[in-house]
């Protein structure tokens, strides 16, 4: 009996070590799968986090490791389309896949002054423009001088018109206008040289787009950035190159960056520079 007894527990011995060594090998290698895992987990939630905190998305991370500073014209390949919706319902916009084609009749979808009067001789004209804007705008490797007349127009249908008046000084400075800065030119056609308060939120934040340059750029709200270019404009990831008003000259754009559509221009004067006058002083435009 003691005798079988003690085989029994050599038995016993013999399988109980080589099961409980079996199991310790099973658990040393699910601990290593275990840690493996982790680990994985770690590298990608380390990589995840980078990607996070300074890239929108990959591709941005991967765009950033070829290029350190993407120049100006590949920051303008990434543009956003403009779309028919920032315009307002006064005004017809259609569009195919070059140009987007803006049809109004130039009078303000806001309140305006008493024109005449003794500061101007004017009357405000309903106008029939239709203009064009490049969808992909293109900067242009020289800058063009912005024409007399309509340069560009705000979403709410009324033309921008350059910093100049028809002596080619300061119009901003030189001219009398109404209460949402704007007036007529002699041609009854109303008009900005300046931001208008009346376009909605454009003074609180910098980057409400308020209108569109004849180069197919965008113009946005106030700034007082100091990296602008002499047109007015700079060039970020979101946007693109772009426009911007300011309280300072050149107010709204001061060249095209881009290149102008033509056939916007104003036929009768749009190809001429502001002429320096002597003497008589014509009627502000
Ligand atoms: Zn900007
Ligand atoms: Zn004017």
Known sequence: MKKYFVIFAILMLLLGCSSSAEKKDQAVEKTVAKEKNETLEVVEKTATNNVGSFYENESDFLEEEKQDTPKVEEIVEQKPETTPELFSKNVKVTSDLDYIYVESNGMPPHETGEFPNPANPNTIKQQNYKFKFALKPVLASKNTKLPMGPVGIAFNGVPIYNPYNAEGADA??????????????????????????????????????????????????????????????????????????????????????????????????????????????????
Do not use: W
Request: with cysteine.
């Open 172 to 285: 901003v400075k030189a001219e009398i206008f109404d209460q949402c800065e704007g007036h007529p030119d002699p041609q009854g056609r109303y008009h900005y040289h300046q931001l208008s308060d009346c376009i909605e939120g454009s003074k609180e934040k910098i980057h409400t787009a308020i209108g569109l340059s004849f180069d197919g750029f965008v113009i946005y709200g106030l700034t007082d950035s100091s990296d602008l270019d002499e047109c007015n404009g700079h060039a970020d990831k979101e946007r693109g190159y772009h426009y911007h008003a300011t309280t300072t000259f050149p107010y709204i754009m001061g060249c095209y960056s881009g290149v102008p559509e033509a056939s916007d221009f104003d036929q009768n004067t749009g190809k001429l520079p502001p002429p320096p006058q002597n003497g008589n002083s014509p009627p502000p435009r």
